[in-house]
């Protein structure tokens, strides 16, 4: 709380709002995903939610797609859906399966992403 260790804060002194509408949805999507993560571990074990982390490669991906950032392909297809098939493999066997907790990942998951 001592501004003086902060020397870049000088460049934003009178830009109080153009630092919020840039800080502020990073701030509350990654508040989101620590919040949700950790009410999964309430439900799920690691091994599981940490197989369902696995996922953020895609989610990332498919993101990026929608925003114009990268482009679809066959091959990128190919690997997205091996991603995900060796996934489901992995997770198929859990035996105390959740769904509150698989909800709460999910969630962790997409803030996490965006």
Known sequence: VR???FPGLANCEGKRDT?????????????LSLYASNQAY????????????EANVIIAFLISCAAG????????LGILVWI??????AVSGEVHFVLHGFLFQA?????ECM
Do not use: D, H
């Open 69 to 76: 950032l990268q482009e679809m392909s066959g091959v990128r």
């Open 42 to 53: 309430l439900y799920c074990n690691v091994t599981f939610l940490q197989f369902m982390k």
């Open 84 to 89: 995900i098939l060796g996934s489901a493999m």
């Open 19 to 31: 630092v919020l509408k840039w800080i502020a949805p990073i701030a509350s999507l990654f508040a």
């Open 107 to 111: 969630v962790s998951q997409l803030a």
């Open 3 to 5: 501004p003086s260790l």
